[in-house]
């Protein structure tokens, strides 16, 4: 192969701009197509246009959680229909291919009666995402960890987000998780803490969470206060559970 000085970078900046442009739209940039003499404007149905500052934004601060293990939250405003929801779902695929794990959950005006279920619900979708994507080998870890740390308390934990009997195999789910009978209800402190102690063990610098709250508006404080408990987790210093907020003006 012909070294050509002429066809090199300029710098690191511009050869990392090209490869986040394949990286997002491989199908345009790294495959050749035939030239036609009368090309048409093809416009891809869910492709977003014009977004291309504020992608660059979401996909460098989440590589950036690989380096630091923070926790980031964005907050997404704008009028209703000006592209909030479809900007962060354009991310959900590059997150992904980067080793990321994206829930999504959505409240509205009919959940305000209990908001605090539909967060939780995010977290206990997590348990089936993680079922789904990891090895056989890093649920059986998360399984000894989660016992390790919950010990005689798993059964909380289940109560919380059930789906987390799915992250364990065989006959231990009935074992650790299936004693706890007539427990008077759990109160909010112990649901933070409860879910906190969760992401510790789930998400890692190796395994970053995205969490997607669409919405936030119709959120009541308690809600809040959750989302807020696992951002500022003081403890989780190795861990980084990556939250999207978004709201409404």
């Known amino acids: 192969m012909d070294f050509r000085p002429d066809e090199t970078y300029s710098s690191l900046q511009t050869a990392s701009e090209d490869l986040r442009l394949m990286l997002r739209d491989p199908e345009r940039f790294l495959f050749e197509k035939e030239f036609t003499p009368n090309p048409t404007i093809n416009i891809r149905q869910g492709k977003l246009y014009g977004r291309d500052n504020e992608l660059s934004t979401i996909a460098d601060t989440f590589c ?13 405003r704008g009028w209703s229909g000006c592209g909030k929801s479809s900007l962060v779902k354009s991310a959900f695929e590059p ?3 980067a080793g990321g794990y994206v829930v999504s959950m959505k409240l509205d005006d009919i959940a305000t009666a209990s908001p605090l279920v539909v967060v939780t619900s995010a977290f206990n979708e997590l348990c089936l995402l993680f079922k ?7 649920l059986h870890l998360i399984q000894k960890e989660l016992i390790r740390v919950f010990g ?5 934990l289940a109560r919380i987000l059930p789906n987390v009997k799915y992250m364990f195999t065989g006959q ?11 427990q008077p209800d759990l109160n909010f402190r112990g649901i933070c803490f409860a879910i906190q102690c ?12 995205m969490i997607f709250i669409d919405d936030l508006q119709w959120a009541d404080n308690i809600s809040l206060d959750l ?4 951002l500022s987790d003081v403890k989780k210093i190795e861990h980084s559970p990556f939250c999207w907020r978004l709201s409404k003006q």
């Open 64 to 76: 950036g959680l690989a380096s630091t293990g923070v926790s980031e939250a964005f907050i997404i």
């Open 95 to 97: 997150v992904t291919v």
């Open 132 to 138: 789904e994507k990891l090895s056989d080998w890093e």
């Open 152 to 156: 005689i308390n798993l059964p909380k």
């Open 172 to 182: 231990t789910s009935s074992l650790y998780l299936d004693h706890e009978t007539n």
């Open 198 to 209: 969760f992401m510790r063990i789930v998400s890692s610098k190796s395994r970053p969470v």
């Open 227 to 230: 989302i807020h408990s696992v």
